[in-house]
């Protein structure tokens, strides 16, 4: 033998051995099918399960990206200090005048918008919403949100000073109030006060998530025409890109401190909360419940190894005469070795692929239905490099025993067998 | 010599009990001998067989085929030497249902691993050795049992062995097919291959060149067929229309 046949001879003898496999499994059909079932509905399961997961996942964080991922939320929040201590509201409040002079010190924010929100219900003629978002904003509020006015204007400095009573509103309070398609300059009622419509401002994408079953619709006025010290207000700034998050954070914290002259000791009397954060926290949250929802259906995946492990061993034995004068003719043991282990990772491999398509099926169905909210999900490439991996282990650690069953049969006795 | 064996011995134990199947067999064989082996059940034939094979390792003594030490050698090494020198016809054919009469001849060859053309060419040239050219797609239920032998022969043959092994070749036939198995087996002796045959029947082993008997796992007597009982038993009535070779 020259050294390439040395070299060739290995790999033919696999290949020879895979084709000798897929006929045996389809010269025993049915039985292959039942004994590779354990194998199909693990794997489906496993990239079912994975796939639903990534759905999720991936809703979650479309709704985090349209909720904005570069927002950070400044509130007055009383320091946690361990010891009972009542915080007086007058002391944790902010002023109004307190962010004046935030972009200057804080480069890292590209704006910012005081936001006081209350609920309240509204009116127009014979349309009455109640429980609706009613948000005392300041005019860089469309920059933040990224929502721009589409129909009419957005507040001016005047409205503000002044604080007048005009608002905007959004598309699904203009729809529920039946108001005209040009609403701009008819009256609405705000709780008892009566407010004119100036302009009309995209609805937010569907946020399921932070809704707490309120209204869709949204009334918005002026800031100064909202607020009053008991209600307060909390800050929503835009840090330039998500990536700059924590810098703005830094920067927030030390103007924070310092235009409410904290000491070094002092803890700070205010929250800042990254959006990135909650992303990032439940991006490692979601990974983590993925791959322990995937391990514990891929238990499934070893309870089909022993159903391939009992049929193999019944194959060994049903094929002891054929062993046998394998062997007789010159089969090493290693290559019946090699038979009978190929046949088991055949097996395995052809049940996960069978069981992928069961998998993309599964799918396929929660995909379609609507409330599951799953319509981004889908079988991740690793899910199925990973069920394959996982198909042919169990292939080779359940087919290892029948196969070395077989290659240590002793020819005569083998051939002898009935 | 193809074949020298000195001083074998088989033990099996069965229980406490050591049984010798072999009881010190020395024998040679040169190339290109017919021998046929005869002996009653029990007489160690069979495990003279098993061991000439290479399928059994005797428990004592040594066994040179063509040339190479074979009782030193593991469970690999055994396995080639049977690939390559040794050729087994079964009483049985051994034949696997499922492949086509080619495919059955080619196994050998996989084992060696040979490359698809060659093992082709070589499984189709054997199968024409046995005058079975026509019959190559077919699998073994869809041929009859003298086919079936001839389809392991060339089997047996497929690898260029240097003796080829038959273990009661025609007992699964009957009279008329066994006349044209044994034919075949004439037929290859005189085109130079060595041929050992394990036969109960004195009608068998008449065709042979060189009788052996095994009686209490021992050579009993080895002569030349002339010389040998089965010599003088009256010969078969020819059977109407045999021909005595086979045409190629």
């Not at chain 1, 200057?104 to 309240?120: K, L, M």
């Not at chain 1, 990974?287 to 322990?292: E, G, L, Q």
């Not at chain 2, 097919?177 to 291959?193: D, M, P, V």
Request: glycine share 8%; aromatic share 6%; charged share 20%.
């Amino acid at each position: 033998m020259n050294p390439l046949q040395l070299l060739v001879a290995p790999v033919v003898l696999i290949y020879q051995s895979v084709f000798l496999a897929l006929g045996q499994v389809w010269a025993n059909k049915v039985r292959s099918i039942l004994t590779t079932i354990g194998i199909i509905i693990g794997v489906a399961s496993v990239t079912a399960v994975i796939a639903a997961l990534t759905g999720m996942k991936q809703s979650v964080l479309t709704q985090f990206e349209s909720f904005g991922t570069n927002k950070v939320f400044i509130l007055p929040y009383p320091p946690d200090t361990g010891k009972r201590v009542v915080w007086r509201w007058a002391d944790l409040r902010f002023h109004q005048h307190d962010f004046d002079e935030m972009l200057e010190h804080c480069p890292s924010v590209a704006t910012f918008s005081r936001n006081c929100d209350y609920t309240q219900s509204i009116s127009y003629g014979t349309h009455t919403e109640s429980n609706v978002d009613i948000v005392g904003i300041d005019p860089q509020w469309h920059q933040v949100e990224n929502r721009s006015v589409i129909l009419g204007r957005p507040f001016s400095l005047i409205d503000n000073e002044h604080a007048r009573a005009v608002c905007l509103i959004n598309k699904i309070a203009q729809d529920r109030l039946g108001l005209d398609t040009d609403p701009t300059g008819e009256a609405i009622m705000v709780g008892d006060r009566r407010f004119i419509v100036v302009g009309v401002v995209e609805s937010r994408a569907e946020s399921s998530m932070f809704g707490n079953g309120r209204s869709d619709a949204e009334v918005f006025i002026p800031f100064n025409t909202a607020y009053t010290p008991d209600n307060g207000f909390v800050v929503v700034a835009a840090s330039k890109s998500p990536d700059v998050s924590d810098e703005a954070q830094a920067e927030i914290t030390f103007y924070m401190r310092h235009k409410r002259h904290l000491r070094v000791d002092q803890p700070d009397n205010f929250r800042i909360e990254v959006v990135q954060k909650f992303v990032d926290q439940f991006k490692s949250v979601a990974s983590a419940i993925t791959m322990v929802a995937g391990g514990i259906v891929g238990i499934s995946l070893l309870v089909g190894g022993v159903g391939i492990m009992n049929i193999m061993l019944v194959s060994v034995s049903e094929r002891t005469r054929e062993i046998g004068l394998r062997k007789a003719v010159g089969a090493r043991p290693s290559a019946i070795l090699l038979q009978f282990l190929i046949e088991a990772m055949v097996l395995c491999l052809l049940g996960g692929m069978a069981g992928l398509l069961g998998g993309e099926g599964i799918t396929a169905i929660l995909k379609s239905i609507p409330q599951a909210k799953l319509d981004q999900a889908s079988i991740p490439g690793w899910a199925i490099a990973l069920s394959f991996g996982f198909a042919a282990a169990v292939g080779l650690l359940f087919g290892m025993f029948p196969a070395i069953k077989a290659a240590r049969l002793d020819p005569i006795e083998a051939l002898r067998h009935e | 010599m193809v074949i020298r064996l000195r001083n074998i011995t088989k033990v099996y134990r069965v229980g406490a009990e050591r049984i010798a199947a072999l009881n010190g067999v020395n024998l040679d064989v040169d190339r290109n001998e017919y021998v046929a082996v005869m002996g009653a059940s029990g007489s160690g034939k069979s495990t003279l067989m098993n061991i000439l094979g290479c399928l059994d390792r005797p428990t004592g003594g040594t066994y040179e085929l063509d040339g190479r030490l074979t009782t030193s050698m593991g469970a690999s090494a055994l396995a080639h030497v049977r690939n390559e020198r040794i050729g087994f016809v079964f009483q049985s054919f051994e034949l696997l249902p499922r492949l086509t009469a080619l495919k059955n001849v080619e196994l050998p060859l996989i084992y060696a691993r040979a490359g698809w053309f060659s093992r082709r060419a070589r499984a189709k040239k054997a199968i024409e050795t046995v005058g079975l050219s026509d019959r190559m797609r077919h699998r073994p239920n869809q041929l009859s049992g003298g086919q079936r032998q001839r389809v392991a022969i060339a089997r047996a043959l497929v690898a260029r062995p240097a003796i080829l092994l038959a273990d009661e070749p025609t007992g699964n036939l009957d009279s008329r097919t066994s006349e044209e198995i044994l034919a075949l087996f004439n037929q290859l002796h005189r085109s130079g291959q060595t041929i050992i045959m394990v036969t109960h029947e004195p009608d068998v082993a008449r065709h042979a060149k060189r009788i052996i008997r095994m009686k209490d796992g021992r050579v009993h007597s080895d002569l030349p067929v002339e010389e040998d009982p089965v010599s003088e038993l009256p010969a078969p009535t020819p059977l109407a229309g045999i021909p005595l070779e086979v045409s190629a």
